[in-house]
């Protein structure tokens, strides 16, 4: 119930009131990785980064082709509106490592490159952050399988 309510929010675009939702569901179902990845994006939309990237590592951990894989259309998912909105406000949060973590968040959703890039800036402003270098490596190992796959 919580996670359709869920749903019916995060399709409007209200987002403090999915992660409401999306959180109670997350404890009834803790594996739920499509839940997490709207969680995920919810979590960017209100301000709680770091808890976007707690979230973000953990299911990229088990399995980054989870976030690559979004069907972006099938997924409902915001990004390709957020992003361009977000990334207009670049030059009044130069150096700004949530608004970096924000942006590396939501392109993993639409294009890994482009997540990647900014993973390398948010890792340039927080250079001992080991979140950062584990992920940063999961991106690296996932590069590396497929250009050895080619």
Known sequence: MHEMLGNQYFMVRNFLAAVEQFEIAINDHP????????LIVSYTQIGKT????DLFYEVSKKDITIIFNT???KDDCPCPELIPLIESQ???NENSFDFYITLAILWAFCD???SYEYFKKAKSLSMKNEKLDSITKLYNDHFNRIEFAH
């Not at 770091?50 to 990237?53: F, I, P, V």
């Open 31 to 38: 594996n739920n990785d499509k839940l997490k990845k709207k």
């Open 50 to 53: 770091l808890k976007a990237l």
């Open 71 to 73: 069907d972006v259309a």
């Open 90 to 92: 670049e030059k009044l």
């Open 112 to 114: 890994k490159y482009k």
